[in-house]
Each structure stands twice: as C-alpha cells, then as structure tokens.
C-alpha cells in the first residue's frame, strides 16, 4: 500500500501562483501520495499512446495513398501543442487566477510550476497535473485534424494546431474545469472531456471540412465511395485508444481511489455495448458483421461516457453505449444533409457523441458515485442530475454543451479564413497533389514499401502502346513477385 501525505500543504491563502516550497530547503514530496503520483503518471502515458492510435484509426479508414499523412499529422500534434502546452497553454487553462472565460500568464513558460497543488486537485502538485493534461491537448487537435485527409496541406495543418489550442481548445478545457470558469461556476458536470476534447474537436474537424471544400469526385448522394483500405490499422488504432481510455477517464479522478476504478469499469462496459450495438444497425443493412462498424461503436461508447465517467453507476454505462452507438451512428448522415465532405466522420463519433454523453450526464449523474473520491460528500457533494431530483442540471449539460460547440465551430471557421489569405498558408493541395496522394505529395514517403515500387517503376518504364506496366494488379512488380 503506497504512502500517503505526510504533511498538508500550506501557502497563501490566495489563489496566485506559487512554486509550493523550495526543493533546496524542504522535501516537497511529503504533501502528495506515492500512490497518486505513480498512478497519474501510467495515466499520463496511456493517454499519449491514444494520439498514435487516432492516426492509426484515421490511416485505416483513408484511401492508401494519404495513409501516412494522417498518422504522421496526429503525431505532430505532440510536438506542436507540447510546445505550446509548455509555452503558455498550462497557464491560460490552469492558471490559479484569471477571468470567467481564459486564465492568465501567470504560469507563462511553466514558470512557478512545481509542488503548489493544482487548481484540479489538493492531491496533486502542479507539475504533474501539467502532465497530465498536457496530453489532452496534444490528443485533442489530433482528433480534429483527420478533417485534411487526401487534400489538406502539412504546414497549415502545424500552424493550425499551435493557433487553436490557444484560441479554441485553453478557453474551453478553462471555463470547463478551472475554478474561476463560468460553466464551472454554473455548474456543469464534466468528468473528462465531453466538451473540451470531443465536442469541441467534433466542431472543429466539421469547420476544416466545410473550409477546405470536397474532394474531387465527392457527390453528396454518395460521398466519396471507397472501403477502408486498412481495416487491420482501424483495428490497431481502436486498441490503442481502448486501452488509452483507461488513462483519459479514469486518470481524472486525479487520484488513485474507488472513483478511478468506477470511471475505468463505466468506460469498459460502455465502449462493448457501443461497439456492439453499431455491428447490429450495420447487420440489419449488410447481414454482415463489419470489424470496423464495431470499432466505430466502441469508439462511440467510449466519447459518450467520457463527461460521465465519474459520476454515473454501471447499469447508467450500458445506456451511454447504446444510445452512443445508435445516435452516432446515424449522425454520420448529417454530413450528406449538409454537404460537407467530412470524410473520418469525426463530427459524428466525438461532436454528436460528446453532446449525447453531456445531455445524459445531467439525468444520470450521482452523487455516491462522486463520493467514492473521498472528498466529494457533505458540503463538497455534487447535485447530480435528475435520478437525484436535481432538474435543472440538463440544462446546464445542454447550455455548455451548445457554447462549446458554437465556440469551436466558429472560431475555427475565422481562423481557417485567415490562414488561408496569408501566402504559405493556403489550406488546400493543387488538384494535381490531390490525384497523387498527400503521402507523395506532401511527404515523399509512404506508408507501404509496394507503393514506392511502384512509384519508381513506373517512373522509369516505358512501355510500349498497348502495353501494361511491369506491376500487378496489386501494384507489386514483377521483379519484387519473383
């Protein structure tokens, strides 16, 4: 059994920024739990290898030929937002002070970032919850930008991700989970994301599509028609964010305690049903059992249930999966509606998914599920939602869920228009880029060693008229065969 704090942290009584001891002089670890740290920490690095299985999700779903373009631009996205999480964005969204809307600078360059506890949680230092939430803003543009597949350039797509993580991402993730915000203040109950990270990226990805127009050959009858050209990398990204989830949920207890554990379970059971309620509506089509339908669905499950996850039962969690399987999965025809070529159908998993997983937090929030923190009872209990009489907490839900939405979409519309007039910056491939693929295009490199043969034979050979080029028809030549 770890240790637990031996002392309790004492600063100023106001809420400034504070480095929470000098390490020269003191021990500063005596006010935290082993067990707290070691457990946020796995929750850190769980959550980082979700940023690796959304590219591998996206990857799969693509055509081959921008396959390794979406891995690599949800990667960068570490490198990008870790840099401007480290910059200024731990202090705009965690800042001990500031307004209703964005915190300030006073963490600018994690200055004073060190053993205060943090405005998240008295059980964690500032530092480690830096961390920890550093990786929800790396994860979460990496989520919207599957919106450029097969015609979105790289460097706007970089610029885009400093640019709204600073506008869009630190204000929402603030006025959602910092004290001093006003949906905080109000009253909204978000455990670990549903409008920061889902709703605001499922916005987002809808506002890049709507901008960068259609690819060619879209009609909005059809979309787009081809499979998934991977469904093994579909498959891979999927697990990888299961097992991630683990760490996205249940590390927002902050705190290695009974309410981590019940986050962890709802998660599970929420992302099965989700999973298995889309393989049905997809069986009631096809009479068949689609390995990416199910993917869908547990991807799904597991958005809805992210804002409840530490506030509802287990039987609440089979409700989050089905009605996040079905609502999402008819979601993904919205975009046929309104002829925006959306093509990872992020709007439909993670915007209409985080709404549906709001709106149903404020019915089945409890108030004992939050208790099993050990704090969150007598005057720190929360009012839970409608199973707890508390009426008006939907609309709380639906008023948050409805600024975060608007927020992202429009902001990230004014952004995009404005990155597009700057020279550099245009927003779209030539149509010639966009007949080759981002991969060739934008990367010079390719996800499959067959595509690079067949690119170089192809660019040597000659054949004569009336002849086929020295490939197969799966692109392999004929000297790779033997």
Known sequence: MSAGPLETWEGPEEAVADPGGNPMIEDLNVYYSTGDFAWILMCSALVLLMVPGIGFFYSGLARRKSALALIWLAFISTAVVGFQWFFWGYSLTFSHTGSAFIGDLSNFGLMKVLAQPSVGSSKLPDLLFCLYQGMFAALTPALAIGAAADRGRMLPCIVFMFVWATI?????????????????????????????????????????????????????????????????????????????????????????????????????????????????LDYRLDKKWSTVGFCSGAIAGLVAITPAAGFVPPWAAVIFGVAGGILCNFATKIKFLIGIDEPMDIFAEHGVGGIVGNLLTGIFATDYIAALDGSSFGENAIPGGWVNGNWIQFAHQLADSVAGFSY???????????????????????????????????????????????????????????????????????????
């Open 408 to 482: 992202s979409f429009v902001v990230t519309c004014l952004i995009l228009f404005v990155m597009n007039l700057i020279p550099g910056l245009s927003l779209r491939v030539s149509a010639e880029e966009e007949e080759i693929g981002l991969d060739d295009a934008e990367l010079g490199e390719f996800a499959y060693d067959y595509v690079e043969i067949t690119r170089s034979v192809d660019s040597t050979a000659t054949p004569a008229v009336g002849t086929s080029p020295p490939t197969s028809v799966k692109g392999v030549s004929a000297a790779e065969k033997a």
């Open 168 to 280: 869009v991402y630190d204000p929402i993730a603030y006025w959602t989970w910092n004290g001093n915000g006003w949906s905080f203040k109000m009253g909204g109950l978000d455990f670990a994301g549903g409008t920061p990270v889902h709703i605001a990226s499922g916005a987002a990805a809808l506002a890049y599509s709507l901008m960068l127009g259609k690819r060619t050959g879209y009609n909005k009858v059809n979309g787009l028609p081809y499979r998934p050209h991977n469904v093994t990398h579909v498959v891979l990204g999927t697990v990888f964010l299961w097992v991630g989830w683990f760490g996205f949920n249940g590390g927002s207890a902050l705190a290695a305690n009974l309410r981590a554990v019940m986050a962890c379970l709802v998660t599970h059971i929420a992302a099965g049903v989700g999973g298995f309620t889309w393989c049905l």
